[in-house]
């Protein structure tokens, strides 16, 4: 059974382990994020969620199989795309930096991910759920799609404090017409 979580500090390295073998995999490998090593995301990425209580896992067999930050902190370029839901900022729930590490990939985490945090919208009473990701995230891109995620525009991003921008893809989940 998985079960997502709320990240403990005994989490802080599997979650700093699972982004830096995604990291290492996608250097030997095609690359479908666009996170930098030693940039976004770090430790630090992590343990800023963990003191905030926005990050949460799916751990099994004491490694993290997947991890992500739940808040309501939406960056300044969501100002620049036409949301199709128009609610209040206290109704909306983004989900940043969803990482399932490449040995984990393909066994439905990053889809139980998904679902917990539309269940989790729906207790805090949001009504949208907002993400975005590099356009060339094809795996992301695909998973966001296949749960009913609508694309809602597209700008450029900088991640992570980084000074390159990237082209990047925004989703919105009208939580309400969920079941």
């Known amino acids: 059974i998985m079960m997502v979580r709320k990240a403990a500090a005994a989490d802080m390295d599997g979650v700093e382990k699972s982004y830096m073998d995604l990291l290492a995999y996608e250097k030997e490998h095609e690359a479908f994020t666009v996170w930098q090593a030693g940039v976004y995301p770090t ?6 969620g963990l003191k905030t209580g926005s990050l949460y896992v799916i751990e099994q067999a004491g490694e993290i199989c997947a991890s992500m930050l739940l808040n ?11 949301w199709k839901h ?3 900022e206290e109704n909306v729930l983004v989900v940043h930096l969803l990482c399932v590490p490449p040995l984990k990939s393909g066994h439905g985490y990053g889809t139980e991910m998904m ?7 729906k207790k805090m009473g949001c009504r949208t759920i907002r993400l975005d990701t590099g356009k060339q995230n094809t795996p992301a891109v695909a998973l966001y799609t296949k749960l009913g995620f609508a694309l809602a525009g597209t ?4 991640i992570g404090g980084a000074i390159e921008h990237h082209n990047h893809l925004f989703f919105e989940l009208n939580i309400d017409e969920t079941i």
């Open 43 to 48: 430790r630090a990425t992590a343990e800023e």
């Open 72 to 82: 309501q902190i939406q960056p300044p370029e969501y100002r620049q795309i036409k």
């Open 86 to 88: 128009q609610v209040k």
């Open 115 to 121: 679902q917990f945090a539309v269940q989790k919208g």
């Open 155 to 158: 700008a450029s991003m900088a």
